[in-house]
């Protein structure tokens, strides 16, 4: 495998989260800015914390901490 093949296979894997903070949404995209995924934060944020950071980082694929706001309105909605 040359070096260009070797970087395109671990964009295409890499795993880039952002959160939208005014619509509560994750929008998960790769190393080319295709998007992967498209999630209800809230409901992520609560996912996360029944099942902790490295756990979810294996059922999701990518690593993600709910920012505090988040946080805080998940806490408030339990």
Do not use: C
Not at 24 to 31: A, H, M, P, T, Y
Not at 34 to 42: H, I, P, S
Request: proline share 4%.
């Amino acid at each position: 495998m040359d070096d260009i093949e070797r970087d395109r296979k671990l964009k295409l894997w890499q795993r880039i989260p952002r959160y939208f903070e005014h619509i509560d949404v994750l929008i998960v995209r790769n190393g080319f800015g295709e998007t992967v995924g498209v999630y209800d934060a809230k409901q992520l944020a609560q996912k996360w914390f029944a099942s902790g950071a490295d756990m979810f980082s294996a059922l999701y694929g990518f690593n993600w901490i709910p920012p505090e706001q988040l946080k805080s309105k998940v806490h408030l909605h339990r």
